[in-house]
Nanobody, 119 residues
Framework: QVQLVESGGGLVQAGGSLRLSCAAS????????MGWYRQGPGKQRELVAA???????NYADSVKGRFTISRDNAKNTVYLQMNSLKPEDTAVYYC?????????????WGQGTQVTVSS
């Protein structure tokens, strides 16, 4: 099995910063793309940022210039550095990974970590 373990969520005031981490572990596998999604109160889950195995990145318009996604392939870990946080960034953030196991791709999700930005 492959599991995604998230950390770094919490409470922060507007203008502050948080760094989320997500580490993949389990059976022997290869990770293709990784990303972060979020779901705020009364909203649908949306893509925040994604990064390919080659390092190409994509960001939601709402976080461009404030968030940075990165990965450490040796550690099977993806990070999300969040700066200049706004109350509207409040959401449950989910880690996602495309995992190759025995020649088959699986779409794996973390349990989610709460990020709350106060005014």
């Amino acid at each position: 099995q492959v599991q995604l373990v998230e950390s770094g969520g919490g409470l922060v005031q507007a203008g502050g910063s948080l760094r989320l981490s997500c580490a993949a572990s389990g059976s022997i596998f290869t990770i293709n793309a990784m990303g972060w999604y979020r779901q705020g109160p009364g909203k649908q889950r949306e893509l925040v940022a994604a990064i390919t195995s080659g390092g190409s990145t994509n960001y939601a318009d709402s976080v461009k210039g404030r968030f940075t996604i990165s990965r450490d392939n040796a550690k099977n870990t993806v990070y999300l550095q969040m700066n200049s946080l706004k109350p509207e960034d409040t959401a449950v953030y989910y880690c996602n990974a495309e995992v190759l196991v025995d020649g088959v791709y699986y779409d794996c999700w973390g349990q989610g970590t709460q990020v709350t930005v106060s005014s």
